[in-house]
């Protein structure tokens, strides 16, 4: 059977390919290093995800490595990402991995505000800790609105020496699992506990 690394690992390899570039203002793009249409490995149930480009964290031994450069990846347009996602009408919701998504949080908070009108959830990994996030969101409305718009944020960098094989969608055993809504908390309750896994930080909404 296929840990979740490798499992993730055949996902991202058959990711589609780049889009081609598109005339758009710059401040409509996203840039992406992969877009996968179906993915159970990336938040519960099936989900639409984005990994965003470009990481400022760069943890040794991450698994995207190829996501860390700021100006790699394919720029890819707000609305192409929704048509893409409106094609997937039996996936949950949407998913912002990366690299670093809240690098790019004011167009993904946009994103994550038409799932939320088209009925989905909006799960974001990130390498800050929430209250990082909090702290930069005084000054960044876009951090401040990509918060908003978070139903599940799993949180804190990617620790080779605590690698988590065991424990549902986290790296490593230092993450948390932190429901930033009601939404969240219903995708909180869908991650399982297992018995004999390390203990995941969990945080309900109240």
Not at 17 to 35: F, G, H, T, V, Y
Not at 145 to 156: F, R
Not at 164 to 177: D, H, K, M, Y
């Amino acid at each position: 059977m296929l840990d979740y690394w490798e499992r993730r690992e055949r996902l991202f390899r058959k990711s589609p390919e780049k889009e081609k570039q598109e005339e758009i203002r710059p401040d409509q793009q996203i840039r992406l290093a992969s877009m996968i249409e179906e993915s159970i490995v990336d938040g519960p149930g099936m989900r639409f995800v984005l990994f965003t480009q470009g990481c400022p964290h760069r943890c040794p031994g991450c698994h995207n490595p190829q996501t860390h450069a700021l100006n790699g990846g394919t720029m890819v347009s707000f609305e192409r990402v929704l048509e893409r996602y409106d094609r997937q009408p039996h996936v949950r919701g949407i998913t912002f991995s990366g690299g670093e998504p809240f690098l790019q949080a004011g167009l993904l908070a946009k994103v994550a505000e038409a799932v939320h009108q088209r009925g989905g959830d909006v799960v974001v990994y990130t390498g800050y800790q929430l209250e990082r996030l909090q702290e930069l969101a005084k000054g960044n409305a876009g951090i401040l609105a990509l918060l908003g718009e978070t139903d599940l944020l799993i949180d804190g960098r990617f620790v080779q020496e605590k690698r988590c094989l065991e424990a549902p969608f986290v790296g490593s055993s230092n993450q948390r699992l932190l429901a930033l809504s009601l939404l969240g908390n219903l995708l909180l309750n869908d991650i399982p506990v297992l018995p004999n896994g390390p203990a995941i930080e969990r945080v309900t909404y109240c």
